[in-house]
């Protein structure tokens, strides 16, 4: 996918951009969440709320794919 396609209107380049956004903070949290399970005592709380993040994080990504990727009905 290319960020600067030419027939992508505004809106279509600033779904692009959010899904970026979305996709690279739902990588560090799980670098986060897997760093924090390494810890001699994880706070499991902290796991749990980053984990809770990062599935409504999915969702959204979801949704903004659905928007921008086109159906592909063989």
């Known amino acids: 996918m ?4 030419p027939f992508l209107s505004e809106e279509e380049l600033a779904l692009h951009a959010r899904l970026k956004e ?3 903070e ?23 709320r980053m ?3 990062k599935l409504t994080l999915r969702d959204e990504i979801v949704k903004i794919e659905a928007i921008v990727l086109p159906d592909i009905i063989a």
């Open 2 to 5: 290319n960020d600067d396609d």
């Open 22 to 24: 979305l996709r690279q």
């Open 26 to 48: 739902h990588a560090d949290l799980d670098a986060s969440i897997e760093a924090l399970t390494q810890m001699p005592l994880p706070d499991q709380l902290m796991i749990a």
């Open 51 to 53: 984990k809770r993040k």
